[in-house]
């Protein structure tokens, strides 16, 4: 079912994102089935608003963007999609 709503969302044109992903054979099927991004306790837990710049600094190429916890009623705000491709050599 997961590689059907993958491939359905690339004929849409869009890319497809998998929430939840945990484990390292979670995140190499999806990279099996050709899945875009992914978000997920593998790559880290739910942190602190002022604590997302640093981490994303970190664990990105691109310059971490400005974020505000005002998205989050708990002062946490959502993780951001990671690109499949580009984190799976750094959890094998």
């Known amino acids: ?3 059907a709503m993958i491939t359905l969302g690339h004929a849409l044109g869009v890319q ?3 929430e939840g992903v945990e ?3 979670q995140l190499g099927r999806l990279d099996t089935l050709q899945c875009d991004l ?3 306790y593998l790559f880290t837990r739910p942190l ?3 604590a997302v710049g640093d981490y994303l600094a970190l664990h990105s190429q691109e310059p971490a963007p400005e974020l505000s916890g005002a998205d989050e009623p708990s002062g ?3 993780a951001k999609a990671i690109k499949i491709r580009d984190v799976k050599s750094r959890h094998t």
């Open 76 to 78: 946490r705000v959502k």
């Open 16 to 18: 497809a994102l998998t």
């Open 1 to 3: 079912m997961i590689g």
């Open 23 to 25: 484990t390292n054979d």
């Open 38 to 40: 992914a978000q997920g």
């Open 48 to 50: 602190p608003a002022e």
